[in-house]
Every structure is written in C-alpha cells, then in structure tokens.
C-alpha cells in the first residue's frame, strides 16, 4: 500500500472515531421527552420540610418516589445539599417492566422547571461497560423508552435540580424479579465507585394499597428485617404489600455493607393516609434512610 493511501485509511479511521465519539457525546446531551413535576406538591415541602438533619457525609440513602412526602423529600435533599455530592447513583423500581434485562438505563438527561439533570458519562461508562466473566457480566441494557416512563427516577429529578444543579446521575431501574446473582453483580460493580462524591440513593417506595393500619404492621415486619439485614426474608416480602422492589433494598443494604457504611438513621417514616388525613384510603408507606461510616 502506497503512502498516500496509507494515509487516506488513516484519515477514515480517524474521521470515524470523531464521528463516533460526536453521536456518544450528544447522546448525553439528549433528554427525555416526559417532564416529572408537581408543582403543588413541591412547593407546598419546600413550605414544611427542616424535619430532621443528616449526618454528614452519607454514602447512601433510601427515599420515597411518592410526591405526597414531599416535606420529607425537600428535607432530604435540602440537607444532602451541605454535601453537594457530585454524581448520585439511583436505583429505582421497573415499574412498567420494561426491556427483558434485570436493569435497564439510558444516557438521557431529564428536563425540570429548574434546569436539566444530566447523566454522568463516565459512571455511565463504567457501570454498562460489559464484565469479562459471563458469571459477574452485569445484566443492563439501554433502554430510552423505559427510563422516559419511570417515574420512580423521574420524580426525583426536580428535587436533584433545585437543590443540587451541578450533580450528575446514573439511573438504574431495577426489575421485581432481578435475581440474586445479579443484585451481587450489580453491588460489585457499584460498590468500588462510592465515596464521599459519589452517593448511592435508592428510590423505593414501601407498603401500598393498604389501609394506613394495617401499612402499618407491615411497615414494622419491614423495618425489622432492614435492621437484621435479612436479605433472603426481603427477597420473598410480597411486592407492594411491603415495597415495591425488594431486589433494590437488598442492593442498597449489600452496597453499603461492603463499602462500611453500616451506621443506619432512619430519620423519616410516614404513610400517605396520615399526611392526608384519610385512615381508609388505599395508602403508600414511606421509609428514609441515610448511611454513614
């Protein structure tokens, strides 16, 4: 092959690697069509949250997806906004079980009334890169359509914007039945990136359809066995009696665990019929939970 030639491939290569490297980069400077926002909601928390404090740093959380806690939402982040981590993980239920993998994702960033959630590129990266063992090869696809759909991301984003508007998130929606191999894989491969920058929140919410009362008692059944880390009873709790992704509460409970995280303060717990008043009346549960070493 000639020099020119030679050449002319090289240029090709090159010209392919930028184009490629072009489509990648405005894939995340893409975002969802759906905008998550309740503005009664938000603004009535913004109204009645300082409930309670976080110790700081926090290397994970759990909180609800729910808006009807939203003082205790705008609390939450109110407060991690002394930390102002830089990148959040979140791990969410599949609600509408999309895609047939056990975790799906997408680079598309979310649009709020505050400004525009961004996915972190490089957690992307590193998180959906393939493993090299079939056994620990994590099982996530991309999928825009599913994440466009899940609120249990999207109803946190406004709350990420207003009060962290320079922090990035990797979503992670996690289906019902993701087996137990595969919470160890994802754990593995999530653990080594928490730190005091990088935070891991699971978006979970608890007991649903019940009425307060008896949420209630299926709230403490609950709260029992986050404390004894009884990961093999949480795995076969009856979704929605209880929660609505067990597999995510084991992820976080494991995750944190690992990393050392083991001081657990539950400074929230609430149920949507006390907040509105209606003991009757098919409820949702809420826990929040902050981590610390």
């Known amino acids: 092959m000639s020099a020119l030639a030679s050449a002319g491939v090289l240029v090709g290569i090159m010209a392919l690697v930028l184009t490629l490297n072009d489509s990648n980069a405005q894939e995340f400077n893409t975002n969802h069509a759906k905008t998550f926002f309740e503005a009664s909601d938000f603004y009535r928390g913004i109204k009645e ?23 205790g939402l705008n609390t939450y982040f109110s407060q991690l906004q002394k930390q102002n981590p830089k990148r959040i993980i979140l791990i969410s239920p599949n609600h509408f079980l999309q895609g047939n993998s056990n975790f799906i994702t997408s680079p598309y960033g979310y649009n709020t009334p505050f400004g525009t959630v961004r996915i972190d590129k490089n957690l992307y990266e590193k998180i959906t890169n393939p493993s090299t063992t079939s056994e620990k090869k994590l099982d996530i696809t991309r999928n825009d359509n599913g994440m466009n759909l899940e609120h249990g991301i999207g109803n946190l984003t406004s709350y990420i914007s ?69 990961y093999n009873e949480i795995l076969v709790l009856n979704n929605n009696d209880y929660l609505d992704t067990p ?28 907040i509105m008043r209606d003991m009757t009346m098919p409820t949702t549960s809420y826990f929040m939970l902050s981590f610390t070493k």
Request: proline share 9%; net charge negative; aromatic share 8%.
């Open 162 to 230: 207003y009060y962290l508007p320079e922090t990035t998130i990797m979503p992670i929606a996690v289906m019902p039945t993701t087996t137990p191999q595969q919470i160890e894989n994802l754990v593995a491969k999530i653990a080594p990136l928490i730190d005091k920058d990088t935070i891991l929140l699971a978006s979970i919410d608890f007991s649903h359809y019940l009425p307060a009362e008896m949420a209630a008692k299926n709230d403490e059944t609950t709260w029992k066995l986050i404390q004894e880390r009884n």
């Open 49 to 71: 949250k300082n409930l309670f404090t976080l110790d700081n740093p926090i290397y994970g959380g759990i909180i609800p997806h729910h808006l009807i806690p939203s003082d």
């Open 247 to 274: 597999p995510s509460l084991v992820t976080i409970l494991k995750t944190m665990e690992q990393i050392g995280a083991k001081n657990m303060k539950q400074p929230y717990h609430n149920n949507s019929g006390f």
